[in-house]
């Protein structure tokens, strides 16, 4: 299947898009799912500085890398829960610019014309627009819609033994100061805290799965990805958290692998390792007739459609 083979099978914008009027007078609600395809995407991300992925409660002031013995090494672990919460985020503001541009208003205003409301993350979702109908938004009472993103808690290829500045390692912790890293004055020891964090050049390999996706969806899930990695994951995500992705595979239907096929079945280089796994077959997926494997480069150019994927929905929407 090539890249104009994809865009034709990805459902129109509209399908799950295009709000319908509700019970009420002036309510718009986004319709119920009713395509049930679904588009995976794989990848592999690279931290390029350091990466604070905590998830657990700390300790006074020093903060420790999530870790789990997986698979006969010690790795780093990247939930799906914060994964998501960052790329959501990133769609957010790239929806924003997109919205003004388009609209030619506030972002603010533009939300309030199309959706009747400006949404905002956690508390204030709309439940009508495009990131409430991609990442979902439920509220207790009003009911709302589920996510059609699916993310999977990923690890490190490279053992923390590798990867993880500690006490024990050679770099040890990393120092930081509770109030600013850049004040220039002296302070106390109490306002500084130590942090374990993972080294640059440690993989995480991915897999998003986008159920009834549109081109739009996945153009625009493609460049939330490149914003988040310049945005930064994880805890101090302001300096740290910085990342490079590589795309390795968009295909229709699901993977018949899993992240941990994936950790297993690779040594040596890891973005060679497991594009040759794509390519011999060894990672397949679930539809059929299609056997899709598109390098990063195709795949990111899908991302540069967004704008005009964008203009088009609007259209739908004001229709
Ligand atoms: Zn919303």
Redesign the pocket.
């Known amino acids: 299947m090539s890249l104009e083979q994809i865009r034709e099978w990805l459902n129109p914008i509209e399908t799950v898009l295009k709000l319908e009027g509700g019970k009420k007078k002036n309510e718009k609600m986004l319709p119920p799912v009713m395509k049930r395809n679904v588009v995976t995407i794989i990848g592999v991300k690279r931290t390029v500085g350091r990466f604070l992925p905590v998830s657990h409660e700390g300790y006074s002031n020093e903060t420790y890398v999530d870790k789990v013995e997986l698979l006969n090494r010690e790795r780093a672990e990247f939930i799906a829960r914060k994964l998501k919460g960052i790329e959501r985020r990133a769609h957010m503001s790239l929806y924003r610019e997109l919205i003004e541009k388009t609209v030619e208003k506030e972002w603010n205003l533009a939300f309030e014309e199309l959706?009747g409301k400006a949404?905002t993350i956690p508390s204030g979702?709309?439940?009508?627009?495009w990131?409430?109908s991609l990442f979902g938004?439920l509220e207790a009472g009003k009911g709302g819609t589920f996510s059609r993103i699916r993310y999977f808690d990923t690890w490190s290829f490279e053992s923390t033994d590798e990867c993880v500045a500690s006490i024990q390692s050679g770099e040890g912790m990393g120092i930081g100061n509770t109030v600013s890293e850049d004040l220039r004055e002296e302070r106390g020891a109490d306002s500084y805290h130590l942090y374990e964090y993972v080294k640059p050049g440690t993989h995480f390999p991915f897999i998003t799965i986008i159920e009834s996706p549109t081109s739009l969806d996945l153009a625009g899930y493609i460049q939330a990805v490149r914003m988040a990695d310049l945005h930064g994951y994880g805890k101090y995500s302001a300096n740290h958290g910085k990342f490079e992705t590589t795309f390795l595979s968009v295909a229709p239907g699901m993977p018949r692998f899993s992240i941990l096929t994936m950790l297993e079945n690779v040594e040596g280089d890891v973005i060679k390792g497991l594009e040759r796994k794509f390519t011999d077959g060894t990672f397949a997926f679930d539809a059929p007739e299609q056997s899709v494997i598109l390098g990063h480069n195709e795949i990111l150019s899908i991302g540069h459609e967004l704008e005009k994927e964008f203009a088009d929905y609007v259209k739908i929407v004001r229709q």
């Open positions: 959706y949404c979702l709309c439940v009508t627009c990131n409430c938004a």
